[in-house]
């Protein structure tokens, strides 16, 4: 029998469109000998929904298309079976049995472990980083955080809420300037795909960065521009028990820095790496113009893929991640700039020069996902205790009042 993989993707997140176009070119690629590909919409509204149509990309172009031709549902365990129900009122309808979860979402409320913590909770096997990793790898204060902590090198930054720039925005902006030198990029530190980050040269642009980034965060970290500078990327595969490394690539930007219309709304410029044919302009991060492999120094590579093991093993990694790293090109210097936990695309792409095209990339991918789950389960998660027993002498709920806790 196939194993039936229930593809979720989709989300309240400003990454929503990313994720369709990520989630459509991997149904299309998954090896259907092996695998039944039930596909799992989350609207914007968060509404789950399934159906065949929900494999084309085309159908995102009508959502009352989309309404007509998919079922609305729920994702629940029934009996040790995890089912699609439909919703219709008092019935309730199965409409799809699936034995394992590949979320392919990007941003809030979905890639944040919010996803995450719903699968682990219903006990369902899924792909990807758990709970940990997701919440981690989604904020980028907490990520710098941990990656201090494990002596692996970041630009200098600072961070802050959104409630103390509106009580004294003079302090935050006196604590930035005093920490930081300028240039400096603003960031809102829960989102991804560079959405709501700005350059900033002075204190006027600041204000100006600050006020956009807020717009989408309540949480702004704030970090000092690493001079002479060069982007690359490198993807690691495995778990916690085994890691692979990826080749390395260098983004392309007429930017100072990567804007989400080079990552998803490019030319394609791709030097050395294939291609996966998709139904519109955008490949999702295959879009962008990249230098696969980046021409880098020797030690530079070596600096890069070093930390890049660190790092997954500071988050506890699972799946794919794709690490972005800074590099100051005349000093030779490496900074890491942050984890992706379900990177765009997947980053096949960084793959398909070591030999694994994209079919094969998931197929280990879900392979991972079921030896994650065996090895979850077979933890203990309970105790035998007595703990109750004492609690009789407060009464029980019918008849009875309780006593008073002292």
Known sequence: MKIRVGVIFGGESVEHEVSVI???????????????????????DRKWRTGEILKDIETYQDMDLLKRYTKEVVLLEK????????????????????????????????????????????????????????VVGQDKVFMKDIFVANGISVPKY???????????????????????????IVKPATLG?????????????????????????????????????????????????????????????????????????????????GKVAFPKKSKGMASASRMIPAKI???????????????????????????????D?????????????????LSFYLWEPCGKDYTDLLDEMINLGIKDYKKRSAKTHSFDTNILKGFSELGGVKGRKFGKLK
């Open 297 to 327: 120094d020797k030690k530079v590579e070596e600096k890069v893929r070093e930390m890049a093991l660190l790092a997954a093993k500071a988050l506890g990694s699972s799946g794919v991640v794709r690490i972005d790293f800074l590099i």
């Open 158 to 184: 600072i961070w802050f809420y959104d409630t103390e720039y509106d009580d004294d925005k003079e302090k935050v902006l006196k604590d930035i300037e005093k920490k930081l030198s300028y240039p400096v």
């Open 193 to 273: 795909s560079s959405v709501g980050i700005h350059v900033a040269e002075n204190r006027e642009k600041l204000v100006e960065a600050i006020e956009d980034a807020v717009s989408y965060d309540k949480k702004i970290i704030v970090e000092e521009v690493v001079a002479n500078l060069r982007e690359v990327n490198i993807s690691v595969l495995g778990n916690v028990d085994t890691k692979k490394l990826s080749v390395i690539e260098e983004v392309l930007s007429e930017h100072a820095i990567l804007t989400y219309e080079d990552k998803y709304v490019g030319s394609s410029k791709t030097k050395g790496a």
């Open 79 to 134: 009996m040790g079976r995890f089912v699609l129900q439909e919703k219709l009122g008092m019935w309730k309808k199965e409409v799809k049995e699936i034995d394992i979860a590949f979320p392919i979402v990007h941003g809030t409320n979905v890639e944040d472990g919010v996803l995450q913590g719903y699968l682990t909770m219903i006990g369902i096997p899924f792909v990807g980083v758990d709970v940990y990793a997701a």
């Open 22 to 44: 990520s989630a459509v070119q991997a149904m299309h690629k998954m090896d259907t000998e092996k695998y039944e590909i039930v596909p799992i919409y989350i609207t914007k």
């Open 329 to 345: 090109d005349a000093k030779k210097e490496v900074y890491i700039n942050e984890v992706n936990s379900i990177p765009g695309s």
